[in-house]
């Protein structure tokens, strides 16, 4: 078992900044992630409202963060936890790799995407359906898809599937597009995306060699050859079943430290109970906690 004073748990934008700022107030701490480095940034096709970028994509900003680790010597330990308890002098967190003794975790997981429930939308995974346009959308140019949700997500990727998709097809069970007023701007003046405003998904067909076709709550038949649900976002982070943090809708409660009821247990970024998920606030929720962390380790001695 490795000891340290803090692990990062998730090394998006929240993460990366809590190592960033421990690293410069000489902490001791391990960055973990689980997949990929950088979040959802890979799926972000065009970032605008991050300060000191005109215009960026989430991949290019996700190797700007990479190369600024690099330039710090912080190095990312990948592992997917399994579990956390608690310790008398701290926690121990379990990872499918390591455990680690530690006296702080900042859990900074986000969120994953929740499945639309949709008839057929697990029986087509990987065979037309897909939950990333960035990821997936090159398999579909020149080919009809569908996008359904109403959310900045489903907005996002309907504008990037659009430059490459023959025709977006956004479903939309609500009677009006909800979200970022520039990106709803966007969708209703392209060309390319045709938006069906309260109408729902009844269920996605296919045959062996993937998805054909997706049946409305109107009983229309819309041919397609991809369907991307995007029904909402649920926490990552039930690796915290041991601890029972306080939640409300899903999401954790912290305070203005960003710390849970449990002392030594932070949280930041898309996992924490709040109105705004964005790139610059989760940034500034890591610079926050950093701060804080470093007063609680004082405390501690």
């Known amino acids: 078992m490795k000891k340290t004073d803090v692990v990062i748990i998730g090394a998006g934008i929240a993460g990366i900044t809590t190592a960033i700022y421990l690293k410069r107030a000489g902490i001791d701490f391990i960055l973990l992630e689980g997949k990929v480095p950088g979040g959802k940034l890979p799926q972000i096709s065009k970032i605008e409202n991050y300060p000191g970028y005109v215009s960026t994509s989430g991949l290019e900003l996700q190797l700007q963060l990479l190369e600024q680790l690099k330039h710090l010597n912080i190095s990312i330990t990948y592992g997917m936890v399994q579990s956390i308890l608690k310790e008398p002098t701290g926690f121990e967190v379990i ?6 003794e530690t006296k702080v975790v900042v859990v900074a997981t986000g969120t994953i995407m929740k499945s639309g429930g949709i008839k057929g939308e697990r029986d087509f995974v990987g065979k037309g359906v897909s939950y ?170």
Request: proline share 3%; hydrophobic share 35%.
């Open 95 to 100: 990872s499918d790799v390591n455990s680690y």
């Open 132 to 301: 990333c346009a960035t990821c997936d959308g090159n398999f579909f140019k020149g080919l009809d898809v569908v996008v359904y949700g109403n959310n900045d997500i489903a907005l996002e990727e309907s504008l990037y599937l659009s430059n490459l998709a023959s025709k977006v097809t956004l479903i939309v069970k609500d009677s009006e597009l909800a979200g970022d007023p520039s990106l709803i701007k966007q969708v209703n003046s392209s060309s390319k995306i045709d938006v069906r405003l309260s109408t729902d998904i009844k269920e996605i067909k296919g045959d062996e060699n993937g998805v054909t076709e997706v049946i409305t709550s109107k009983d229309e038949s819309i041919p397609t050859y991809g369907v991307f649900p995007y029904s909402g976002n649920k926490t990552s982070a039930d690796f915290l079943s041991n601890l029972q943090p306080i939640s409300e809708n899903g999401y954790i409660k912290v305070d203005e430290t960003m710390m849970s009821n449990i002392p030594g247990l932070f949280a930041i970024g898309d996992v924490v109970n709040k109105k705004l998920r964005q790139l610059v606030n989760a940034a500034g929720e890591g610079a926050t906690a950093s701060h804080y962390i470093v007063s609680y380790l004082k405390g501690l001695k």
